[in-house]
């Protein structure tokens, strides 16, 4: 069949719109081996016959200097296939090559497809070389395919001035969080990049640079307990180097960032969450974006900031966004999804993807003249960004929509910086305001002046000392308990409930055989309480905290150790003033020895319990990732210490695999030391039909095999375990807590090696 047969009514039109008086554009066949032509005779793209070039034209920053800009060229973004597929592909090695393979499994093969699953082989696992020829003919500076590997961003390149706000555009799976984790050298681990990425013509310094770049994530995770305002003082007091600001310019700043983002309505709400109202979605964005602002940023990226938002509320925030770039001389770079023309006309330059390519890159309005040119003029009624995006993607799965997408995409690569350019150019000098900026003089002065938006400014991997860190973030953490009290009221009321029911249960023991009994089951209730009451309550906000953490020390805030430190401070006093008064009552309502001596031992080593409490929420909570997954191994853990750390299994009764467990529950010292410093002292009653007769406390102690370590050995080892998990916890947030990213920069593409 004729494939021809298969375009659109217009495709194969060969003359030129007359809006492109500059240009002809032509669609023949086969007119050149460009990797269209995958399948032989299957496919034809449109093809740009007549290169205009002009040294304006040619040079696609137009002239702007250097250290205005922010660049990028050649970006290839490889991510390695699945566990499984990497597997399938090595069995399936030496299987025959699938030149026979349906065009668009071929157009898998050069990595151009939008589905992952496809990757960068073939069905059959092995590769594609017809196709992997193609692609090093259409992208011969680009390296070259690895077959264990998926090319996300097949040599992608653009710019953003200094002040200017630019969009990046696509379909989903297009590739446009991969290219702002790649500006913003957040990596996936595995992933491999190459090309070039310059700031203000320099390469990126991993030290400086993501101190230079405020990130906006799309999940904005923040404390609901905050209020807007103590969210972006704390950003401010941590972001901003006390060398260069002092505390009323750090207040200033956070109230000039209000201002600019038009939060002052709502600077005294709480930013709330699911369970708490709090301030509505396009405040929290703005809220999100500030946290950055008040930085000395001087790129800002943001993923998707209009998502969850409506038409009004994306539009506010994108004016809003414009006027900050313009003030602040930023350079801003945004996903976005599916804008309204409203939106999509407010950006200085929108870069479209498709299939990890460009598509289209320069300002909104030249947009409608460049897809004119390709015959594929906006419909009336139609959003033209929609449109757009639309006609990039195969959707319909046919071959006519293959090659339309081939097209545009050829067209883009062989002509499209050219026509860009030129247009503006001749828009320009027709005084086309649409397409005019403000020029710098013309720009509002800015509300906040950077005192360190340059690299050079910039000493250290970290804005403060690791003290200053420790001080505001004791300071939030503590902040978070008292604003957010439910928790620890919740826990203080749980204390009370257990101190009813254990103290009134066990309530002014006798000196019989039956107190000493009883005596002992207190003595080993107490401490499990304690495990359970202290672990949950950390366990409930840690991980979150845990999470904010990450991204605020991805933006090179502070220390992992001024912040865990930080959390053990505050950790610490909350939930000795929680547990004091459950240890005091229930002391004197149990009846236990009577003598400061014992009470104030009977205090230290439960005290010393709840550090080690403490120590195991920490290690539970660095641990996980979510409260959830916490959850699931707190009880876990707690029940095993307790079934091998009192007398429910006697030492001699544990398997001897299972032995370690006894010694690392820190139940079995805490039960040890309790019991000796109650027992030791006491005497019994025995009555005549007493079977066993326990007549002093040193009987009871011998019988349940209490006295293996003195209770300040017992205390020391208390003391040891906290230690140990303490430090667990420190390496477990370090290790599996670290980002999913890390800062690579890219490594030269072929071309300039
Ligand atoms: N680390 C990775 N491992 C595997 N595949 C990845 C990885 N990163 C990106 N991809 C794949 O690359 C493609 C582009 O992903 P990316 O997130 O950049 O798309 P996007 O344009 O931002 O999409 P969306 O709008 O849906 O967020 C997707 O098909 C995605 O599955």
Redesign the pocket.
Known sequence: MDQRSQLPPNANSSSAPSTLPTMHVMHPVSSSSTFSDLAPGSLAEPTVATPISSPAAADPTNNVSGDRLFSWSDIT?D????KARRKQIKKNRGAPSTSAAPTSEKAAVIGTA???EHGTASPSGSLDEEALEEYNQVFPHLPPLDPMR?R?LNGVSGHVKKGEMVAIL????????????VLSARL?K??DIAGEVLFQSKQRDPTTWKRLTGFVEQDDLMFSALTVQETLQYSADLRLPKRLYNKSECQQRVDDTIAMLRLDKCKDTRIGGPNQRGVSGGERKRVAVGTELVADVSVLLL??PTSGLDAFAALNLVKNLKEITRERDLYTLM?I?QPSWNIFKHFDKVIL?TR?QVYYSGPPALAPAWFSSLDHSVPEGVNPADYYITIAENYEKTNAAERRVRGLLSSWREQGETFVANQAAKEASDGDPTIQRPSLADRKQSRIVPKSSDATDLTGTWPNSWLHELWILSHRCAMLIFKDPTIAIASFGQNIVLLIIIGFAFFRLSYDQGGALARIGALFIIPVNASFAVLFPILAIFPLQRNIMLRERSAGTYRISSFYLSKILTEVPNQVVQRLLFYICVYWMVGLRQTAGAFFIWLGINLLQVATAIGLGLVIGCGSSSIELANVFAPVINVVFLLFGGNLLPLSSIPPWFIWLHWMSPITYTYSALAQNEFKQLTFTCTADSQQCYRSGQDVLNQYDLQRFTIAENAGFLAAITAVFLAVGYVLLRWLGRPSFRYVQPKKALSQQ
Do not use: F, N, P, Q
Not at 170 to 181: C, D, I, P, Q, V
């Open positions: 973004y991510v390695l296939l699945s939008t589905d992952a998926r996300v696509g379909a989903s799976g297009a590739g446009k969080t991969s290219l702002l984790s996936d595995s992933s993923d998707e996903t999804h993807l990890g």
